[in-house]
């Protein structure tokens, strides 16, 4: 149930309304972003709320069988406010979303919240972007518990898996840059696939303090999975995280770390158990 004042309910059972949509973006990074679509700057609590980015959302669909409800967003980049490089660099991935509508007359009289969420996927077209709200009830569809799988569960490093992350990482600075994907550094020479599958977390740079999975290694030359969303320079420092690919061969080998694998890697998967009924389904017959 939405609650408001009653004198902002009072408002709306009027024959005019002054109403206005605002949103709010609050990013991983704890930066505060306000949006109206009205045709001046509000101020609410201390964040102001500028027309000049403003958004068209879609029409917020709620239902009540708990489905994740539908809301996408339309916005146009500018240089103060959301830019294309910083979207690109993934700054506004997973931002908390707040929509609300206020009686911009009188401000005093509170705010009715539409929609609370996390920003999705995130588009770019020219100097437009298109972003999909993915609502709280997308969270009661991810699953939760673990199942039985030959690979290991764990994140290399966390509580479970114990591994020191800093005996498997390397600070290190660009000696090469091939593209804003690949690049090369003098001191890994580590084997070919160590840090496959790893991470890289810069530490200076345009990218500082970004994350970027790595897809290759070799002959000292990283491949990332994806490009930087700003340009890398040689010089610029990072740290990387070798690889694991969660099988029980490399937590012995690699990381001498099998007591805390969590996995089952002999556990019949599903050929084998078609396997075995497909035996036992002939011998009865033959019987």
């Known amino acids: ?48 709320y500028d027309s000049i980015a403003g958004f068209t959302p879609t029409t917020v669909e709620s239902k009540s069988n708990m489905s994740v409800d539908n809301l996408d967003l339309e916005g146009q980049t500018f240089p103060s406010k ?26 005093a009289q509170g705010k009715l919240v539409v929609k609370r969420g996390r920003l999705g996927e995130v588009t770019l077209n020219a100097q437009m972007f298109h972003a999909e709200v993915r609502g709280l009830t997308q969270h ?21 898996c114990k591994v020191n992350l800093a005996s498997v990482t390397v600070t290190t600075t660009i000696s090469e840059v091939v593209s804003n994907q690949t690049f090369k550094a003098n001191s890994l020479t580590q084997a070919a696939g160590w840090f496959t599958g790893g991470e890289v977390e810069w530490t200076s740079g345009n990218n500082d303090g ?43 080998a690699k990381f001498n770390n099998i007591l805390n694998f969590r996995g089952e890697p002999y556990v019949p998967g599903v050929d084998a158990l078609l396997t075995t009924a497909g035996t036992m389904s002939k011998s009865n017959r033959n019987g």
């Open 1 to 48: 149930m939405r609650v408001i004042s009653p004198q902002l309910e009072g408002h709306f059972s009027g024959g005019l309304t002054t109403l206005a949509t605002c949103w709010r973006l609050t990013r991983q990074d704890g930066a505060e972003l306000g949006f109206t679509d009205l045709d001046r700057t509000l101020v609410i609590d201390t964040l102001e």
């Open 82 to 107: 959301i830019t294309e490089s910083d979207l690109l660099a993934g700054m506004y991935d997973y931002a908390e979303v707040e929509i609300f509508l206020v009686n911009y007359e009188d401000l």
């Open 140 to 160: 009661l569809s991810q699953t939760i518990g673990e199942v039985y799988s030959p690979s290991c569960r764990a994140v290399l490093g966390d509580s479970r």
């Open 210 to 252: 970004r994350r970027m999975e790595v897809k290759e290694f070799s002959s000292k030359q990283v491949v990332l999975a994806l490009p930087m969303g700003k340009s890398i320079q040689v010089g610029d420092g990072f740290k990387i995280i070798a690889g694991c690919d969660k099988t029980h061969e490399t937590c012995q």
